[in-house]
């Protein structure tokens, strides 16, 4: 299991970024995936089931911030728009296997590395 985030970067107040994170060595279906602002952290910003076709996303970054996937791709993304100097910070991806919960308060057993999302003018 393997999990690869990008497309953070330099972002304007006010303006948007979509992060992706390519996951190998299984398919969406099998795990759960979510976004965090803290490495190895329990409250995800978004996470989702693929299988059961359920996301949630944190009431902080609500009406800003969609998770969504591309099966096909096997890619699960972040899209944040209304972006605020508070949304800078390292963003990671992370994977559990799935189970009769939900995607938040759990631990997730698999990381990837984190990618920098900065906001500034």
């Known amino acids: 299991v393997q999990l690869q985030a990008s497309g953070g970067g330099l972002v304007q107040p006010g303006g948007s970024v979509r992060l992706s994170c390519a996951a190998t060595?299984?398919?969406?279906?099998?795990?759960?995936i979510g976004w965090f602002r803290q490495a190895r952290g329990r409250e995800p910003v978004a996470c989702m089931s693929?299988?059961?076709?359920?996301?949630y996303v944190a009431n902080s970054v609500k009406g800003r911030f969609t998770i969504s996937a591309d099966t096909a791709k096997n890619t699960v993304y972040l899209q944040m728009s209304g972006l605020s100097p508070a949304d800078t910070g390292a963003y990671y991806c992370?994977?559990?296997?799935?189970?009769?919960?939900?995607?938040?308060?759990?631990?997730?057993?698999?990381w990837g590395r984190g990618t920098q999302v900065t906001v500034s003018s």
């Open positions: 992370a994977a559990v296997i799935e189970g009769s919960y939900g995607c938040n308060g759990i631990v997730y057993d698999y």
């Open positions: 060595g299984f398919t969406l279906g099998e795990y759960i």
């Open positions: 693929t299988r059961k076709g359920r996301t």
